[in-house]
């Protein structure tokens, strides 16, 4: 099977930097900024490398870490040079993550300025116990003038990154920060529960029992209460942890506020990474970057990827990818197309489940979808296993 040269591509940018580092990240960053020269230098080397990729990009989005520690004139040439190498189209989504902790008003007229015209703030909480317990920078009282600086700045389209299932928050406390959300009526929500990776600090603290993790059915009852009080604000899910602001005045008619970018992953679309431990794919290819960044900087000065590992994926592991992506996503598994992709029938297939499934009210399946319920998508893993 080959890649669909048409289907417009992403560009994902990881800076690897961030002021102090979050107990529960599991993202490849470090504090030491005195390499920050270094790195954007390696990573425009990196996009000169990889210059004549034969795919439209209609996407670029700089995460980490933290992009907002760079300053509009390093971001402005990043994206310069990706214009140089690479094809981007002219409608092109440039989103950047912002931490509310690291940004001011100059820079965020300075990030619009160079043609970033998306920005996802990660407010993450607005009560300062939750930001404390994550080890965020930030306090609530940067939220808020961040948003403001953005809009000021000319952003119409805005994101808030919000986390739930801190321990110690109740289904009341965590109404308050989507309410607090809302009132800021962002564009685009990202609701994530918090999740304990291997490896990080917060997890070591976990199985060391120094704190209590929130009760599964109480993390269950706030992705529900997210899913409804969001709805009833006019943000509609489109993805387990994604929403978007459904816009009805005339001017925004047509505007589709989901993101781009992110869309990508769900639905196997090619997009390449770029930057220490960035993943990369192109159906059925995917490789990642090494993550250190002194390696990095030396691979790519040495005009060398920095690729650290590679797989291909066989059509089984292409199937199970579509499933599992496509039931986050409310659209669910367009059953028509994925009948065409892997020349078999999805319904007949997966009938026994299916049937299994939907009788205990998990899943609906119509003529050309399948997707999970609100209650299955509690149980999207377990789903997915028992489909594959
Ligand atoms: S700021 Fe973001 S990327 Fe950096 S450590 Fe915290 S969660 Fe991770």
């Known amino acids: 099977m080959q890649p669909d040269q048409n289907e417009p591509a992403g560009i994902y940018l990881h800076i690897p930097f961030c002021l102090r580092k979050c107990p529960y990240c599991g993202f490849y960053s470090i504090s030491d900024l005195s390499l920050k020269k270094a790195f954007l230098k390696a990573l425009m080397r990196e996009m000169r490398i990889l210059g004549n990729i034969p795919f439209v990009f209609d996407t670029i989005y ?97 994101g808030l990154d919000l986390i739930y299932g801190i321990p110690g928050q109740t289904r009341k406390s965590w109404l308050l920060d989507l309410q607090k959300a809302v009132d800021l009526r962002p564009e685009h929500l990202s609701c994530y529960m918090l999740t304990y990776e291997p490896g990080t600090p917060m997890d070591k603290d976990r199985q060391e029992a120094r704190f209590c993790p929130l009760p599964d059915n109480l993390a269950g009852d706030m992705f529900e209460s997210t899913i409804e009080f969001l709805s009833a604000n006019n943000y509609v899910q489109y993805e387990i942890s994604n929403f978007a602001l459904v816009q009805s005045d005339k001017k925004a008619d047509k505007r589709d506020n989901r993101s781009r970018h992110n869309r990508k992953y769900w639905l196997s679309a090619p997009y390449i990474g770029l930057g220490p431990s960035a993943h990369s794919f192109v159906e059925p290819v995917r490789y990642w970057n090494t993550r250190s960044v002194t390696k990095y900087i030396k691979d790519v000065n040495g005009s060398r990827l920095s690729i650290d590992g590679k797989e291909v994926l066989s059509r089984k592991q292409q199937m199970i990818e579509a499933i599992s992506l496509g039931l986050r996503m409310t659209d669910g598994i367009k059953t028509d197309a994925f009948d065409k992709k892997f020349d078999v029938s999805f319904k007949k297939t997966f009938a026994e489940t299916i049937a299994y499934l939907e009788e205990d009210g998990l899943i609906k399946l119509t003529e050309n979808r399948c997707s999970l319920t609100r209650n299955g998508m509690l149980f999207a893993d377990s789903i997915t296993s028992m489909l594959i």
């Open 62 to 158: 700089i995460g980490g870490g933290t992009p907002s520690i760079l300053t509009a004139e390093d971001i402005g040439e990043i994206v310069e040079t990706a214009r140089q190498f690479f094809r981007i189209s002219a409608d092109v989504e440039i989103t950047m993550e912002v931490n509310p902790g690291a940004v001011d008003q100059e820079r965020f007229i300075g990030y619009k300025s160079v043609g970033v015209n998306r920005i996802n703030i990660g407010a993450q909480s607005f009560q300062d116990t939750n930001l404390l317990f994550l080890g965020r920078i930030h306090s609530e009282k940067d939220i808020n003038p961040a948003v403001k600086w953005a809009r000021k700045a000319g952003f119409d389209n805005m």
